[in-house]
Nanobody, 126 residues
Framework: QWQLVESGGGLVQPGGSLRLSCAASGFALDYYGIGWFRQAPGKEREGVSC????????YYADSVKGRFTISRGNAKNTVYLQMNSLKPEDTAVYYC???????????????????WGQGTQVTVSS
């Protein structure tokens, strides 16, 4: 069974850090573009970051650029999202998703992603 599972969310104070993990089972993440999305209460799901399957190119939303880093784990079938200098406005449920398309991940729309995880809650509050 193909599955994505996020972990690493939690409660953190403003300025703190968290590392989210997106682990796949049933398929190899190396061959998929991976996106991280988030959804805050009452808001639409938005793209946060993505990493392409082919050249490993990355993309970051302006709101997280310079604070978040997406990376692939070495031989662990996992993609990470390192989140530093967290702000209250980063509070949301974070989802990872996989898309079996080549090319820059920035060109992939949210509806094109094939597999989604169940989400992990990130709360930034003092």
């Amino acid at each position: 069974q193909w599955q994505l599972v996020e972990s690493g969310g939690g409660l953190v104070q403003p300025g703190g850090s968290l590392r989210l993990s997106c682990a796949a089972s049933g398929f190899a993440l190396d061959y998929y573009g991976i996106g991280w999305f988030r959804q805050a209460p009452g808001k639409e799901r938005e793209g946060v970051s993505c990493i392409s399957s082919t050249n490993g190119g990355t993309y970051y939303a302006d709101s997280v650029k310079g604070r978040f880093t997406i990376s692939r784990g070495n031989a662990k079938n996992t993609v990470y999202l390192q989140m530093n200098s967290l702000k209250p406005e980063d509070t949301a449920v974070y989802y990872c998703a996989a898309v079996g398309l080549t090319g820059p991940c920035i060109d992939v729309g949210i509806t094109e992603y094939d597999y989604w995880g169940q989400g992990t809650q990130v709360t930034v509050s003092s």
